[in-house]
C-alpha cells in the first residue's frame, strides 16, 4: 500500500473515532458502533431490505457461527485458509482449569489446552443456506435475503477493512441463465441504489483474495470469466476506492457440493449479491459528512422515511 | 435433566423446524431462522429498543468478537472456562497450506496448525462497553442500549438453549445505590413487558452457570446476596421454565478492573437487564402458536404497529 494510502485510512479512522463513530477496541479492524453509525446502519438496512422485497425473498438469518462441516464443504480452506476463524474451546477438569488461570496469571498462552470445536467463524453470510437448500430446487429456483455477521481474519488500520462486518445479501440458486441474469439485473440496481444515496460507485470486474501461489491463477481465471463485480466507492481513500456492493456468479462451486440440483436434477448455479453495510454507512460519511442530521434530505428519506 | 424434560426438548425443536421457524444446522445449539422467526425476532427487538428509549441510552453495537484481552481482565476465564469460545487462524506458508489441505483430504484435525487470535467470541453483549467506558463517570452515571451477539460453548438439544444468540440489555454505570435502582426499576418494567406479549412469567433469584468446585461456592454467594433475577417463562418445558429476561447487579466486578470510577474517584457500580431475544421469540411462538398472524391483536400491535 503506498504511504499516502496508509495516511489516508489513519486519518479516516482517528477522524471516525473523535467523532465517536466508531470506538476502538484495542485490536485492529474491529470496532464499536457509536449512535451516529448505528442510526446510518439501521437506516441502510432498511434501505437494502426494502430493494429487495417486491421479489418477495425467503427471509433468513443465520449466527455468526457456522458448522465446521459446512466450510470445509465449501472449499473455503483451499481458497482462504488465511482469512478463517476457528473457534476453539474448553473441555477440561477442575485442575486444568487450574492450570489455565495459571497461564492466564502469568501472561503466557492460555489457549494451549483448547481444542477445536465442531464450528468456525462465518466468513460470508450465504455460506449456511447452501446445506440447508440441499436436494431439488422448485421451477424458477429459490430466492433468498439474508443478513449476516461475517469475519475475516485480515487485521487493518483501514476502517473499511474491518475483520467483522455486516453482509446484507439476496441469494439465488437456479439454472445458468437465471443466477447470470439475477447477477446482472442486480448489478444494474445497486449502482441506482448507491446513486440515490447519492454515492458516486464504479463498477469493476474483480477477484477474491486467493491465498498463496495457486490463488494468481485463480483469481486470473476468476477476472478472465468475469464472474465478480464489484461497485467501488470513495471511504477511506480517494486514490484506493473500496468495494462496498459486490454481484457474483458462483458457478456450480457452492450448488454441487450441497447436492443442491435442477427440478429435473440437473446442474444448479447460484448468484449473490452482497451490500457491505458497513463499507457503505462509512462511503456515506466520507461523501456527505459527520453529521447525518445534515445529509441532503433525499438521502435522509431513503435511509428514515 | 429429567426424561420428560429432555422429550420436551426435542418435540419443541423438532416442530420448530417441521414449521420452518428453525432450521438445522447439523450442529446443536445453532439454527438458521426462518422467515416467520425473523418478524417476530425483528418486532421484540423494536418492542425493546422503545421499553428504554424514554430514559435516553446511548445506542452502542459491538461485534460478535472481543478482544481476548478484555475477556481475561472480566475474570470471565476463572468463573465459565467452559463456555469459552477462543479464535485461532492460520498464518502459515504455502507449505504449510498444502499440509492443512492434506489433513483436510484425510479427515483429520485440520486445526492443529492454528494459532491463537487476539480475538475471542463475546460472552456477553455488555462486555465491549467496560473498556470504552473507562476514567471517571459523569455525574448521575451513563446509560447505554446495546445489542449482540453472544456465544456460549454449551451444545444442547434445548432450542431455547442455543450456542450463538442475541441479548438486547440496558446498561447503567453509576453508584452503588443507583445501580440497585436501575436493576430493580428494569425488574419491575421487564415483567410489565413481557405481561404485554402475554408471556407469563415468575421472578426468581438466580445464579450464573460458575465453573467447577469453587463455582457452587460463587453461585451460593450470589444468591445469598440477591444479586441475579431471572424472569422464567415456558418455552420448551413446562415443568422446567428458561430465563428470558435476566436483571444484574454486578457490584465493581466490571468497573473496578476497567478504571470506571465516580466523578469525584469513588467506586462505581454497574447493572444491566438483558432481553434474550431468541428465548423471548421461541416463548412467544410457545405461548401464542407457531402462526404469528393469528396471534392476540394486543400482541401482533405491540410487535409490528
Known amino acids: 500500500m503506498s504511504r499516502n494510502a496508509s495516511e489516508s485510512n489513519l486519518a479516516f479512522r482517528d477522524a471516525l473515532v473523535s467523532a465517536h463513530i466508531l470506538a476502538p477496541s484495542g485490536v485492529q479492524g474491529v470496532y464499536g458502533k457509536g449512535p451516529k453509525f448505528v442510526a446510518v446502519f439501521d437506516g441502510l438496512d432498511r434501505f437494502v431490505t426494502a430493494a429487495g422485497r417486491a421479489d418477495e425473498p425467503e427471509v433468513f438469518r443465520f449466527p455468526a457461527v457456522l458448522s465446521r462441516e459446512t466450510l470445509v464443504r465449501t472449499d473455503y480452506l483451499r481458497s482462504f485458509p488465511d482469512l478463517v476463524g476457528s473457534i476453539h474451546g474448553f473441555e477440561g477438569s477442575d485442575a486444568d482449569h487450574a492450570a489455565l488461570l495459571r497461564s492466564v496469571a502469568d501472561g503466557s498462552d492460555w489457549s494451549v489446552p483448547l481444542a477445536p470445536t465442531d464450528l468456525v467463524l462465518q466468513p460470508a453470510a450465504c455460506y449456511p443456506l447452501y446445506p440447508m437448500a440441499g436436494g431439488a430446487l422448485p421451477e424458477g429456483g429459490r430466492l433468498f435475503d439474508v443478513l449476516g455477521t461475517c469475519f475475516r481474519h485480515e487485521p487493518s488500520d483501514d476502517p473499511a477493512r474491518m475483520q467483522a462486518f455486516h453482509m446484507h445479501e439476496f441469494v439465488h440458486l437456479g439454472t445458468p441463465d437465471s443466477a447470470l441474469a439475477f447477477r446482472d439485473r442486480w448489478l444494474f440496481r445497486s449502482q441506482q441504489m448507491m446513486d440515490d444515496l447519492g454515492l458516486t460507485v464504479t463498477p469493476e470486474i ?6 498463496g501461489r495457486a490463488g494468481s491463477m485463480l483469481a486470473a481465471s476468476q477476472r478472465e470469466r468475469a464472474l465478480k463485480f464489484e461497485l467501488l466507492a470513495t471511504v477511506s481513500s480517494a486514490e484506493r476506492p473500496t468495494a462496498i456492493v459486490s454481484c ?4 456450480d462451486h457452492l450448488t454441487v457440493p450441497f447436492g443442491i440440483t435442477l427440478a429435473d436434477g440437473g446442474i444448479a448455479h447460484s448468484a449473490c449479491v452482497g451490500f457491505g453495510l458497513e463499507r457503505i454507512s462509512l462511503a456515506l460519511f466520507a461523501a456527505h459528512g459527520f453529521e447525518p ?6 438521502v435522509r428519506k431513503r435511509l428514515w422515511q
Chains 1, 2 share one sequence.
Open 293 to 298: 442530521d445534515r445529509w441532503p434530505r433525499d
Open 206 to 211: 474483480a477477484n477474491d483474495p486467493f491465498f
Open 248 to 251: 457474483n456468479c458462483h458457478l
